[in-house]
C-alpha cells in the first residue's frame, strides 16, 4: 500500500496531478485545497489513500494526514464514495466541516456538488458524534493542541476542541463554561461543544 508520496508535479487538471516520483509518473486525484497549493515543477509531498477494485487502483492525495482521515471518515457513510468526499473536502476545509458536524448544518454540507439534501442529512447525522473525536485529533506534529488552565475532563476536551478550531484560549473556555452551566453537570465533550458553538454564533 502507498501512504505517501514525495516527488515533481508534471502536470495538474481540475481534480488531479500527475507526480513524477524518480521518474515514475503517479496520477492522484485531490480536493481543491489541495491542488491550489501545488505548482508544476515543484516538489510536493503528498498524504496517500489508496483504492484498488477489480477494474482500477485509484490514489487520492491530500496536503495534510488531517485531510485524509475526514476523507476516510466521510466514506463510512452510506452512498459516499470517493467523488463525493472529495467534493465535500473541496468545498470545505476540515474546519468548517468540523463546525457543520458540531452544529448539525446539512446546509453548508449540501453545497459540495453532488450533495442533495437527503444525503446532506445523513452525513450530518451519522458523523456528529465522531466530529468531537476528530477535532481532538492530535495535530500534524503529534500533539494535541493545549490549554493553560483549562478545566479537566469533558470540559477540558471541550475546550481543547474549540481551540483546535482555531479559537482563543478565553473565547473557548467562557463558551463551553456557559454551555456545561445550561446542560449540567456531567454533559459529555460533544454535546458541550455543540452547545458551545451554537452559543459562540448567537
Known sequence: MIGKLTGTVDSTTDDAVILDVHGVGYLVQCPAS?????????????????????????????????????????????????????SVLSTLSPRDLQRALALGDKAMIGRAPGVGPKLALRIATEL?????SMMLRADEDGAIAAVAHAPRGPEGDAVSALVHLGYSDIRAAEAVARAAQALGAHTETGALIREALKGMAR
Open 34 to 86: 489541495t491542488l491550489s497549493r501545488l505548482a508544476v515543477g515543484a516538489q510536493a509531498s503528498l498524504m496517500i489513500e489508496m483504492k484498488v477494485s477489480d477494474d482500477a487502483i485509484k490514489l487520492y492525495g491530500f496536503g495534510s494526514a488531517e485531510e485524509r482521515e475526514w476523507f476516510r471518515l466521510l466514506q463510512t457513510v452510506q452512498n459516499v464514495g470517493g467523488r463525493v468526499a472529495l
Open 128 to 132: 456528529k458524534d465522531k466530529a468531537p
